[in-house]
């Protein structure tokens, strides 16, 4: 059973930085792409970033290119996102994904149904 478990949401003035992780366990050996995404209240839930199992394909919404940095760890089954200049905006539940699929029938989506697996998420607050 694959399993994500992000950590490292807080509350967070404005201006700083956070860094949640994922951990992933549970997938013996496969290879998988990592997704983030978020969700603010009373907003559905948007694509964030994405990275492919190299780390050499990485996707990110354009209006969060500039702050916000995906990464993975592939030994230690851990991928993280990097959020600097945080803005009360940025008050969301962010959640961890991953495609399992074939890789050659994987694709670096920005939407939901391109992952498989996905974590309970993790509370970022950022206080103005």
């Known amino acids: 059973q694959v399993q994500l478990v992000e950590s490292g949401g807080g509350l967070v003035q404005a201006g700083g930085s956070v860094r949640v992780s994922c951990a992933v366990s549970?997938?013996?050996?496969?290879?998988?792409?990592m997704g983030w995404f978020r969700q603010a209240p009373g907003k559905e839930r948007e694509f964030v970033a994405a990275i492919d199992w190299y780390g050499v394909n990485i996707e990110y919404t354009a209006s969060m290119k500039d702050r916000f940095r995906i990464s993975k760890d592939n030994a230690k089954n851990t991928g993280w996102l990097q959020i600097n200049s945080l803005k009360p905006e940025d008050t969301a539940v962010y959640y961890c994904t991953a495609d399992f699929r074939p890789a050659a029938a994987r694709t670096l989506g920005t939407t939901e149904d391109a992952y498989d697996a996905w974590g309970r998420g993790t509370q970022v607050t950022v206080s103005s």
């Open positions: 549970g997938q013996t050996s496969s290879t998988y792409n």
